[in-house]
């Protein structure tokens, strides 16, 4: 199946779409996935430091239960 395929199925789909609350959803997970996907230009190489600080704000963050369960993000966006 071919991308424009896809998308022209996808179109279909919204189009029937009767809830607005749908609709909002489908432009707010649209607009965060256009946020996460930089243009390579703005993508550039960690140094081991810069890795190894993000690593260690991950474990802390894991130490001290700032983290959110995958069960509860789900939930999040499936309402």
Known sequence: MSIETIKLDHVQDILKVKD?????GVKEFLDSLNQVA??????????VEELNARIDAAEEDFKYGRVTDSKDLLRTYTK
């Open 20 to 24: 607005e609350r749908i609709l909002k």
């Open 38 to 47: 930089e243009p390579e230009s703005k993508l550039y190489p960690m140094t």
